[in-house]
């Protein structure tokens, strides 16, 4: 281990609080911290023990001013943070103390602690590598949920022990590589060239993976992009405020009011999203709007999720048609708003998606419940209702509402079209007592989720039966899961549920794929989508909001959050710029050797090569660090850490 100064420092924040922590660590730490501490003798006390007493002042006083009443936290090497002696006094929190305590301590002989110097102990003693060394600062820093899940990830290992693992492969090949050249003339070969090239693919593969996941990565430490886009007077300065749940923008009833990207953050369901306002897009001659509108453009290309907002179907056609190219590759929700202005029964509704259309064209009042939230034809509600009774309906309906865990789970992944652009409906009835939890029409799909007492046999015998009588009566296809598969791999459920998708498609000749929208033919009709426009191809499930009145809020806030999960995710995800850096050095200077290996090149040249892709794979985990890289690193740490 590296002999190092003993050192101290506060690792609560600074201010008053009720207790502060100060940390000694070093191999003086025992003996110091025992020159002014009354109680037991700390060279004689067990690692991982408490231990009540006074921090005194010795001074000018033999038997010792009382400074604190104190409990000492003692962890003995190797078995502490920075794999030396550590003690942590946990005195009162009083700026007095902790400034008189740390006084004696220096007076005894720690030195102050720079910032993150315990973490680099740590590191330096083989606690654990760089990367996981620079994971305690990020999870300091966590702010949400997701920060949170990557940080740890990468703090328990993460990518790195797989780097390492790859790492030491090329090392046994390099050396070979390197013995080569000691036998100089003699054209012997110890590194065969194939199993070099297959390992080199295989961290190729690695490190890419890695590297692609940077985005993601960042992109939930700093908090998803979400731009609000409309016309000007659409009330985006509104809806913004009222996710915020302050007055953060200016709202007017002039059109353009707000001319800047005005942006926040907001948490959601553990999720870190940056909501971002913009100035109202329209044609305009005025300078600043005009520029602001240049910016609205920019926020919504760096957007992830973009909210596309408007009052009535000439201004979503407007949308429509400006930003088809734009948000091709983005997450796309439709919302209007200022639904108050159009039904007061919408507007009383806390819901007017689940409570129906509310808005001017409802096919019937009896063909809500059918069809599921959004997007139903008055024909297909007709044709529906041929073959279920209003009891039914209300049973369907009754039990949407009361929706088991499981279902609520899998019903955010399905809806919106959001698995496959497949329209999927919940409790759907199909006839006397039978209702299906999920339903897709479009590829004639049903999906139920078994219960606890589908375990048993009878339930399970007619369970079968009434899979394959359904099958054979209206040719749709059941898929059944239990509540443990949805809940422990829904990955598994989505992709069958999706590989259904497929084998729909190729028995059966696609529908159209807009199915009519709020009860508005022109828009539907005007907006059907072109090649070109597939990434507007969601334009049938607008949410219905008032953002002045706070009505289908929680809707959109939802919608937001699902939107967010099907950006691609993993748990080890790369948050580091350093790391993204050397990887993508590491991934070139492979390739290098892969040029290297095609061509025959000589193994000096070759051995070089590798040498260059180990420097930057050992950079990252810190097998290969520099004082001036440290420095850089820990510098970034609090002090206390
Ligand atoms: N009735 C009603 N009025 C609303 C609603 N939301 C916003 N408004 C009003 O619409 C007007 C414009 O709202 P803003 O939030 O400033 O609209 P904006 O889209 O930010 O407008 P610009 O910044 O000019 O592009 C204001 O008078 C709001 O009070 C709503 O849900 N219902
Ligand atoms: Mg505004």
Redesign the pocket.
């Known amino acids: 281990m590296v002999q190092l100064d003993t050192i101290c420092a506060l690792a609560t924040p600074q201010g008053v609080g009720a207790i502060g922590v100060i940390r000694v660590s070093g191999e003086q730490t025992l003996a110091i911290v025992n020159k002014i501490f009354k109680g037991k003798d700390l060279t004689k006390v067990e690692s991982h023990t408490i231990h009540f007493g006074t921090i005194r002042d010795y001074t000018d006083n033999t038997k010792g001013k009382i400074i604190d009443e104190v409990l000492l936290s003692v962890f003995k090497t190797p078995r502490s943070f920075t794999k030396e002696d550590v003690i942590e006094i946990s005195c009162h929190g009083s700026d007095y103390i902790i400034r008189y305590i740390l006084k004696l301590l220096i007076q005894n002989g720690c030195h102050m602690a720079k910032p993150g110097e315990f973490t680099q102990r740590a590191f330096l003693n083989g606690q654990f590598d760089l990367v996981q060394a620079e994971a305690v600062a990020d999870l300091i820093a966590a702010d949400s949920e997701a920060a949170h899940k990557t940080a740890l990830n990468q703090m328990r290992g993460g990518f790195s022990t797989q780097l390492k693992i790859l790492r030491e492969e090329l090392v046994h090949f390099a050396s070979l590589v390197e013995l080569e050249l000691d036998f100089g003339e003699e054209d012997v070969e110890f590194a065969g060239r194939e199993d070099l090239r297959q390992l080199i693919l295989k961290i190729q593969n690695f490190l890419k993976k890695l590297i692609d996941s940077f985005d993601a990565g960042n992109v939930i430490k700093e908090g998803i992009p979400v731009a609000i886009i409309?016309?000007?007077?659409?009330?985006?300065?509104?809806?913004l405020?009222i996710l915020l749940n302050e007055e953060k923008?200016?709202?007017?009833?002039?059109?353009?009011?707000?001319r800047d990207v005005i942006e926040d953050i907001l948490f959601i369901g553990g999720m870190k999203f940056r909501i971002i306002?913009t100035?109202?897009i329209r044609e305009t001659k005025d300078v600043v709007e005009t520029i602001g509108i240049e910016r609205s453009k920019q926020a919504m290309e760096k957007a992830e999720i973009v909210i596309l907002?408007f009052e009535n179907e000439i201004d979503q056609l407007f949308l429509a048609n400006t930003f088809a190219d734009i948000v091709k590759d983005k997450e796309v929700i439709w919302v209007r708003?200022?639904?108050?202005?159009y039904s007061t029964a919408a507007a009383a509704s806390p819901n007017p998606l689940l409570e129906g259309e509310g808005l001017k064209k409802l096919p019937s009042p009896s063909g809500r419940g059918v069809g599921g939230e959004e997007g139903v034809t008055s024909e297909k509600v007709k044709s529906a209702f041929n073959i279920v009774s209003t009891n039914l309906l209300k049973k369907a309906r009754e039990l949407r509402r009361n929706s088991t865990e499981t279902e609520k789970i899998l019903w955010e992944l399905l809806r919106d079209r959001l698995l496959g652009g497949k329209k999927f409906r919940r409790q759907h009835p199909l006839e006397e007592n039978y209702i299906l939890d999920f339903y897709c029409d479009e590829c004639k799909l049903g999906i139920e989720i078994d219960g606890v007492h589908h375990g048993n046999e009878t339930q399970k015998k007619y369970d079968k039966a009434r899979t394959t009588d359904i099958e054979f009566i209206y040719g749709i296809k059941i898929l059944r899961f239990t509540n443990e598969e949805v809940l422990r791999n829904i990955e598994k459920v989505l992709e069958t549920i999706t590989e259904s998708f497929s084998a729909a498609a190729a028995s059966s000749p696609p529908t159209p794929l807009l199915e009519g929208g709020e009860g508005s033919e022109s828009v539907v009709e005007a907006v059907k989508p072109s090649p070109s426009r597939r990434g507007l191809g969601e334009v049938y499930s607008t949410i219905h909001?008032?953002?002045?009145?706070n009505?289908g809020i929680e809707d959109l806030k939802n919608t937001i959050l699902a939107k967010s999960k099907l950006k691609k995710q993993s748990d080890t995800m790369l948050t580091n710029l350093r790391h993204y850096e050397h990887l993508i050095k590491a991934h070139d200077a492979l390739s290098e050797v892969l040029n290297g290996l095609s061509s025959g090149i000589t193994g000096d040249f070759l051995a070089q090569d590798i040498r260059l892709s180990l420097y930057h794979l050992g950079e990252i985990t810190g097998q290969i660090t520099t004082d001036d890289l440290l420095a850089n690193i820990f510098s970034k740490f609090c002090i206390g850490k």
């Open positions: 409309g016309p000007p007077n659409a009330g985006k300065s509104t809806l405020n923008a200016i709202v007017t009833e002039i059109a353009g009011t707000t306002d100035a109202g907002l708003n200022k639904i108050d202005l909001i008032s953002a002045k009145n009505i």
